[in-house]
């Protein structure tokens, strides 16, 4: 069992930066791939970014590319999400999710994700 917490919301003004991280409990942290996904008023749940286990690959989704950044500390069980050059349409709450080793199926669908956090809002005013 895994264990999320997400901090690092906030209220910013367009074209800010925040850092969310994600904290995990657990041994087993370093074998899992990591994922943010965001939820917006209205909306579908949305893949965000997300992070294999070694870090060595990153996956963004078109939307953030060139502005957010994805990556982990398995020393110390955390997982960051970097947003910078902020726009109105990120404000959502965000999600941290983990992916058991040996899952399949893409980083990209929330169906790979065993895990969630409860989530860390992010408002982007214009």
């Known amino acids: 069992q895994v264990q999320l917490v997400e901090s690092g919301g906030g209220l910013v003004q367009t074209g800010g930066s925040l850092r969310l991280s994600c904290a995990a409990s657990?041994?087993?942290?370093?074998?899992?791939?990591m994922g943010w996904f965001r939820q917006a008023p209205g909306k579908e749940r949305e893949f965000v970014a997300a992070?294999?286990?070694?870090?060595?690959?990153?996956y963004l989704a078109d939307s953030v590319k060139g502005r957010f950044t994805i990556s982990r500390d398995n020393a110390k069980n955390i997982v960051y999400l970097q947003m910078n050059s902020l726009k109105p349409e990120d404000t959502a709450v965000y999600y941290c999710?983990?992916?058991?080793?040996?899952?399949?199926?893409?980083?990209?669908?929330?169906?790979?994700?065993?895990?969630w956090g409860q989530g860390t809002q992010v408002t982007v005013s214009s």
């Open positions: 999710a983990a992916s058991k080793a040996g899952n399949y199926g893409s980083y990209y669908s929330s169906e790979r994700y065993d895990y």
């Open positions: 992070i294999s286990w070694s870090g060595g690959r990153t």
């Open positions: 657990g041994r087993t942290f370093s074998s899992y791939a």
